[in-house]
């Protein structure tokens, strides 16, 4: 048994730890010939090359697949695809685990450095590295992918396993692109990686803030790259070893078939590799389905006229317009690249009491393969009981029952507000927490704000914009005020002052809605799309108001919104999300197809 050390191991020790395991007895698994593919391990720098791959076929006779999965996160997205495409998961306890597998993915979730901490601490460091020295079928999904360069800059620099030459660094945002990469990016395939056979031109899904780049001593393992701000490495493949830095579990039916190519190796191609192809991240279109009780108590999908999403009838009833579970599937068939559930009355209910909602998550991330955004009701809070609730422990729920990114609305205002005041980031709000602990790129904001029109920028102590089309008064100018719990309370804070405030507290990215729109069927509020994308740096979705195709090219022909968001126009089938995408691709404007 390896020793467990406090902090990450330097890498002599991993080195010499390593050599206690290899004569462990549950080491003596295919350990004896560790191939040269890999760096030296006396020489870390130095970079030897195989004389021959030894290319061991695994067993597709079996359907168990083993899964290391270290505890820092979900990985519940990775099992459901592995589970819906047939197979059974054996998960990682030991060492021995991973060197008796037949197959082993790893889907690195969390930070760099504390990953490597608990690979180092449990042993699983040596066992990796020595798996992966003796060609076992290996698969690296993002994190882990850049666990197996030699250091990463993430809150570092931090030793990796040291396996690929190279170190993995961040983003380059003063190249004027956003950070986090989030979003679907076409692949520059540049040599036979066998699980890319299906991807052709297709898009793949990334997040991630940081990436491992191309160079002359890691180039032998490269097996596609992608341009976001620069080229970076978005696969690599040595024999049986694979990773790619892309989400193949979220990244649809063609992220399917690279997990199905890595179960079955030696499947028949059936497109031919793009070489060299010129890709942008494309704008996604996100289908969002906002959810409560009716008065019957049962969970529908509802929309809203201005947030309010009572009939106007004798009855007024709150407006059915489907079951969520079941809408959700829909729109992942139909094209979206994104689905969002907004719990709008989380604001006032016990989340956690709130298992349907959770219900909703489980049974939609059994078959939805593209990302999961849940809003509403994420905060701190007391129970009846007296017990106190962290919105970490909300989030973590949400998490653990499959959602990718969690969205704040009323939590983040109250701390942006507080940010604004004292200039203090206090580590404490439930943006903070929930960033730290997951990440900024799982955490959303969604800013619900009302055009406040002004007859002067100097009336209010707010970011003021002349709009485009005069108040009912004439005035010129407005600004945005912020609202909670669901459009209810105007609160003092402009919509701007807020996304500034929440990009600084840890927000990955921005849902912009603006209840003026909501459901207008008018187009998006150009002026405050234009206003809020150009002033962040992290990605913006546009929110409220698309009414018809146009309404998605105007939007991203004339802001720097990352995404468009529709709701009404989808559950009343006026507007398929394919006619969509397909007007886009028709101007000229790079989409997911
Ligand atoms: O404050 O953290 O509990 O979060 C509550 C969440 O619920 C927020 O994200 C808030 O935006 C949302 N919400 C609250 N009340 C309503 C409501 O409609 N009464 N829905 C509501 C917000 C707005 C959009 C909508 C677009 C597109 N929905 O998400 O889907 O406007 O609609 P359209 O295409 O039909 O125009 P917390």
């Known amino acids: ?73 979900n990985v519940r997205s990775i099992r459901n695809a592995l589970r819906h495409l047939g197979f059974t998961i054996k998960d990682v306890q030991t060492p021995g685990d991973i060197l008796n597998a037949d197959r082993l993915i790893f889907p690195g979730v969390g930070a760099f450095s504390p990953a490597m901490d608990v690979l180092n601490k449990t042993g699983m460091a040596e066992a990796l590295c020595t798996y992966i020295e003796n060609d076992r079928p290996f698969l690296g999904i993002c994190l882990g992918l850049q666990l197996l360069f030699e250091s990463s800059e993430e809150n570092g620099p931090v030793k990796g396993l040291g396996l690929i030459p190279g170190i993995v660094g961040r983003f380059d945002s003063s190249a ?15 040599k036979d990686s066998e699980i890319l056979d299906d991807v052709g031109n297709r898009h793949v899904y990334f997040v991630h803030s940081y990436r491992a780049i191309p160079s002359n001593e890691n180039k032998e393992w490269i097996s596609s790259t992608c341009n976001y701000g620069d080229s970076f490495i978005s696969s690599i493949r040595r024999g049986n070893v694979h990773a790619v830095q892309f989400h193949p579990e979220k990244s649809g039916e063609v992220g399917l078939s690279v997990l199905n190519r890595f179960l079955h190796p030696n499947l028949p191609a059936t497109q ?59 729109y992942y068939k139909d094209g979206a690249d994104e689905i969002s559930f907004l719990n709008i009355t989380g604001f006032r209910d016990f989340p956690l009491g709130d298992l349907p909602m959770i219900q909703v998550l489980r049974h939609t991330s059994k078959n939805v393969f593209v990302p999961l955004t849940v809003g509403g009701g994420i905060r701190d ?28 609305g009323s939590d983040a205002v109250y701390a942006a507000e507080e940010f604004v005041k004292s200039g203090v980031k206090t580590g404490k709000s439930s943006l903070e927490q ?126 720097n919104a990352s995404a468009a968001l529709a709701a009404g126009i989808f559950h009343r089938k006026e507007v398929p999300i394919q006619a969509v995408k397909e007007h886009l691709q028709e101007e000229g404007i790079e989409v997911r197809i």
Not at 529 to 550: E, F, M, N, R, W
Request: charge should be neutral.
């Open 1 to 73: 048994m390896i020793a467990m050390e406090a902090t990450a191991a330097p890498f002599s020790s991993v080195i010499s730890s390593r050599q206690n395991l290899s004569s462990s007895p549950s080491s003596s698994i295919r350990v004896s010939s560790p191939t040269s593919l890999f760096l030296s391990r006396k020489n870390p720098g130095k970079f030897k090359y195989p004389r021959s791959l030894s290319v061991r076929a695994s067993s597709t006779s079996d359907s168990v697949v083993t899964l290391l999965d270290y505890g820092a996160g």
């Open 176 to 190: 004027g692109i956003r950070v986090p990469h989030i979003g679907w990016n076409a692949l520059q395939v540049g």
């Open 272 to 330: 031919k590799p793009m070489e060299g192809k010129a890709s942008k991240l494309a704008k996604r279109v996100i289908a969002c389905l906002d959810v409560r009780s009716n008065d019957k108590g049962d969970l529908v999908v509802t929309k809203g006229d201005q947030y309010d999403v009572r009939e106007q009838s004798n009855e007024n009833e709150v407006r059915n317009l489907g079951k969520p579970v079941d809408l959700a599937g829909q």
């Open 381 to 408: 809070f007391t129970d009846a009981s007296g017990r106190d609730y962290s919105s970490l422990e909300v989030a973590a729920e949400y998490f653990r029952s499959g959602a990718d990114k969690i969205s704040i």
């Open 434 to 559: 929930i960033s730290r602990v997951y990440g900024n790129q799982a955490v959303v904001v969604s800013i619900d704000p009302r055009r406040v029109y002004v007859n002067h920028p100097d009336d209010v102590p707010y970011k003021v914009i002349r709009v485009t089309n005069p108040g009912p008064n004439g005035e010129e100018y407005a600004w945005y005020q912020c609202t909670v719990s669901g459009g209810r309370e105007g609160r003092p804070i402009g919509a701007y002052e807020l996304a500034k405030a929440v990009e600084e507290l840890g927000a990955g990215e921005i849902l912009l809605n603006c209840i003026d729109c909501d459901g207008q069927g008018k187009g998006f509020d150009i002026d405050l799309v234009k206003l809020i994308s150009d002033s962040v740096g992290i990605p913006v979705i546009a929110s409220s108001g698309a009414g018809t195709p146009g309404h998605f090219s105007e939007v991203f022909e004339k802001t």
